[in-house]
């Protein structure tokens, strides 16, 4: 009997058990209990359901209607580690909303109504790795705002109303890698405003309205910025500029095109081992590469009569090859910068056998001796070492400690093992071009901790091992252009949270599907580029990154545009679909970027037709479509197209009769600044038909 009635204590006990379990999870939302996740997205809640269950560890209320979050929004879910608040019409967070979330480390605000950021707004939230804050209203960010953020490493801003950033407004974000605070209406900042920013990696700035149009100096010495691309310094007043002791390894001949009286250029103590001709500054006097690893080879020879040409004063000296070392740029002639085969720079004597043969005595400064493999070159100076086309089989051994851009392209490895650069955890820089490598084993660049760019481009690879990229905390722009890759390396790319750019071109990728790349594996992901693979299609879900911005789909063979697909990426602002098979351009083909895409290129795409409404929801963002090379007699309705400055309709068999009237009329209406570059010539050619543009 006392059994009988044990056990059906234990039934009901169970029973009542189950019930209350799945009373805890909201009758609007959706729970796992396994993941410890729930979502409630879009059911028009005006207020955090209290019945959540204590133990959530990731909250979904994207799509609500939340307006306030009242203090102690959250006290019953303390072991939030994940919450998402996107458009939820939020215009005011209380004092004490978040006061019980020590665990979060992610909070996503973005698409609210935000306009005031107070001093209490984010207290309680001591573990907060990541803040987005985009597409708010925000017009002030009252100091003391940040102060309990101590773990911050990236807070979003951008697409704001911010105007001013005053002095100590991040105070707090000890921590802090990435601040990013484009397209706001910023034209002033205090002196102090990033104050205390010490780890600070990235700053992104653009679009605002700040003046420094009347600037004649700027200083930006010693910050480790590693490329400079083009048109990055748009100063017309500009004289003097200071890019001393940074990380520079590349620099656009663009990157100073909008400075055009420049005199004054320091470029010491960088990375860069060539440089081309600078095109823009047209009063420069004075270019200093002093420090650098410049190679004075057949490759300078148009630096070097640029030089000449202009009357600069050009200092530094040559890094290499040994019969150049340490020679003055400027007493270098174009007849000594030539590139020997490889046998003759085998065969060549070094400096070491010349003077050990009683050669002459060189006037170079005695190198200092450094440790270094064999048949390699390592300058502990500039913190170089390469090994280029020497025919080696293995990575080679024993580089000095301090190197940061390593040089093995042109050899013969075909397969990297685990862990093949030991004690290399400096490099920022490696190159691994034209190797011959068909495999990567798991865990081969384990211990490069610092590692920023890696160049595998121009290899045998068929596939990656979802490992073969473990140990790369910071790996930002990866070169796998000219492989064999018939699929993107979703799995593979999944330990680089930071990366940035993606080089796909020329392997043999056939179809884009989801899965393959998502916003959860490259959250960061910023520029992708698919050119010349196999691409027939890219099915919806393929392309699921919320911050990419750059996509080159051209040189394949899509039949259309991928409309679906580009639902997935909202921040697009440069497509290219040129040299594909497109005949057809259907209605609205743009519409899910047409909020923020600027450029449009589907040049040689044997288009036949573009319907009437195939620009449908592009409009004043758009600033340069290019149809060139293809079959169009009519064009699509341009009129919204407010905001373009370039146009390129040459090479098509336009018909010159009304249908051409409103585009005759529209760029009427174009003022000098906004000219259509149809031509060299402000002028605008229609196949017979020429109208010129007045200005």
């Known amino acids: 009997m006392f059994f009988c009635t044990a056990t059906f204590l234990l039934l009901v006990s169970a029973q009542s058990l189950l019930l209350t379990e799945a009373g805890k999870c909201p009758r609007v939302c959706s729970c796992d209990g396994t993941k410890l996740t729930v979502s409630c997205i879009g059911k028009n809640l005006t207020a955090v359901p209290p019945s959540i269950d204590e ?20 006290i019953h879910t303390p072991y939030l580690t994940h919450l998402n608040l996107q458009r939820c019409n939020i215009a005011k967070v209380k004092e004490g909303a978040f006061r019980t979330l020590g665990r979060v480390v992610s909070l996503n605000l973005a698409y609210n109504k935000i306009d005031i950021l107070y001093q209490e707004s984010f207290d309680g939230l001591s573990s907060l790795k990541e803040l987005h804050l985009d597409y708010n209203r925000i017009e002030e960010v009252q100091p003391g705002a940040f102060t309990q953020l101590g773990f911050l490493n990236m807070l979003a801003l951008t697409y704001n109303q911010l105007v001013y950033i005053p002095n100590m407004a991040f105070q707090g974000l000890q921590n802090i890698k990435w601040l990013r605070l484009s397209h706001n209406s910023l034209n002033n900042l205090a002196p102090e405003a990033f104050a205390g920013l010490f780890t600070l990696g990235r700053l992104s700035l653009d679009h605002n309205e700040l003046q420094l149009s009347a600037v004649t100096r700027l200083d930006m010495s010693y910050n480790p910025m590693t490329y400079l691309g083009e048109e990055s310094v748009s100063m017309p007043k500009l004289t003097h500029l200071y890019l001393d002791h940074m990380s520079l390894q590349d620099l656009s001949d663009q990157a100073l095109s909008h400075a055009p009286l420049l005199s004054h250029l320091d470029l010491s103590h960088n990375q860069l081992r060539y440089l081309e001709p600078l095109t823009g500054p047209k009063e420069l006097k004075s270019l200093n590469l002093t420090g650098n690893p410049i190679y004075c080879n057949c490759y300078l020879r148009p630096l070097r009569q640029w030089v000449s040409a202009g009357g600069l004063k050009l200092m530094g000296a040559c890094a290499g090859p040994p019969h150049l070392s340490d020679e003055p740029l400027q007493s270098v002639t174009p007849l000594d910068l030539r590139c020997r085969s490889r046998e003759e720079a085998l065969t060549e004597p070094s400096e070491e056998d010349s003077e050990s043969t009683g050669g002459a005595v060189t006037t170079a400064k005695p190198k200092q001796k450094v440790k270094c493999p064999d048949k390699c070159d390592c300058d502990i100076e500039a913190q170089h070492a390469t090994c280029e086309g020497q025919g080696h089989t293995k990575i080679p051994r024993g580089f000095p400690a301090k190197t940061q851009l390593l040089d093995l392209r042109s ?69 796998l252009e000219g492989n064999r ?29 989801p899965a393959g790349l998502t916003s959860s594996v490259t959250p960061k992901l910023r520029e992708l580029y698919l050119t010349n693979n196999t691409l027939t299609a890219v099915t919806k879900g393929a392309l699921d990154f919320a911050f990419l911005g750059i996509l080159h789909l051209d040189s394949n063979q899509l039949t259309e545009v991928p409309t679906q697909a580009l639902s997935d990426v909202p921040n697009l602002e440069e497509l290219n679909l040129s040299h594909n098979l497109i005949r057809l351009v259907e209605p609205r083909a743009f519409q899910p970027v047409s909020q923020q895409l ?78 259509f570059k149809l031509l060299s010539s402000k002028q605008l050619e229609i196949h017979s038909l020429q109208v010129t543009i007045n200005t």
């Open 55 to 74: 133990i959530t560890v990731k909250l979904d209320l994207r799509n609500n209607n939340l307006q306030v979050l009242p203090r102690g929004a959250f």
């Open 485 to 513: 890759l018939t699929q993107l390396p979703g799995a593979a790319l999944a330990p680089l949270s930071n990366l940035f750019v993606l080089h796909l071109e020329r392997n043999v990728i056939s179809k884009l599907e």
């Open 598 to 675: 600027k450029r449009l290129y589907m040049e040689h795409a044997g288009m036949e037709k573009m319907s009437r409404e195939a620009l449908v929801g592009l409009g004043a963002e758009l600033r340069a479509l290019s149809v060139r090379g293809n079959r169009l007699q009519v064009l699509p309705d341009l009129s919204p197209l407010s905001g373009l400055e370039v146009i390129d309709l040459q090479d098509n068999p336009l018909l010159c009769d009304c249908a051409l009237l409103p585009l005759y009329r529209s760029v009427q209406g174009y003022n000098d600044i906004k000219v």
């Open 411 to 479: 050899n013969h490895f075909h397969y990297l093992p685990a862990k093949m650069f030991p004690g290399l955890s400096q490099v920022v820089s490696l190159h691994l071009e034209l190797c011959k490598i068909h495999e990567i084993e798991r865990g081969a660049f384990q211990g490069m901790k610092q590692l920023f760019y890696l160049y595998l481009s121009d290899n045998d690879l068929t596939s990656l091992d979802p490992a073969a990229f473990a140990g790369l905390p910071e790996l930002t722009y990866l070169h």
